[in-house]
Nanobody, 127 residues
Framework: QVQLVESGGGLVQPGGSLRLSCAAS????????IAWFRQAPGKEREFVAA????????TAADSVKGRFTVSRDNGKNTAYLQMNGPKPEHTAFYFC????????????????????WGQGTQVTVSS
């Protein structure tokens, strides 16, 4: 069983930076596809960015391309979401997800691809 624990959320100013962490246990993070999703109040959960297993490629939602980057540190068994230049509309509860399969790139943005989910962490972008 894989467990995911997010941390690093909080208040960040527009244009600032914030890094979210997703600590994994029960399985080596390099063998998992990793994704970040977010849910704003009154809205459905939406895809943010994802990273394929092993040395796989990344993909991101159009709204965050060039701003947010997903990565992992195999030595720490942790995945990250680096948020550069966030905007107020990026305010949401952010969730880390992990999948044990080998999804194609186009499947990385769908929740059904992922077997495990963290509890989430709140990110508020405001001045």
């Amino acid at each position: 069983q894989v467990q995911l624990v997010e941390s690093g959320g909080g208040l960040v100013q527009p244009g600032g930076s914030l890094r979210l962490s997703c600590a994994a246990s029960g399985r080596t993070v390099s063998t998992l596809a990793i994704a970040w999703f977010r849910q704003a109040p009154g809205k459905e959960r939406e895809f943010v960015a994802a990273l394929k297993r092993n040395m796989g490629s990344t993909t991101a939602a159009d709204s965050v391309k060039g701003r947010f980057t997903v990565s992992r540190d195999n030595g720490k068994n942790t995945a990250y979401l680096q948020m550069n230049g966030p905007k107020p509309e990026h305010t949401a509860f952010y969730f880390c997800a992990a999948g044990s399969g080998k999804p194609i790139t186009s499947s990385l943005r769908y929740e059904v691809t992922y077997d495990y989910w963290g509890q989430g962490t709140q990110v508020t972008v405001s001045s």
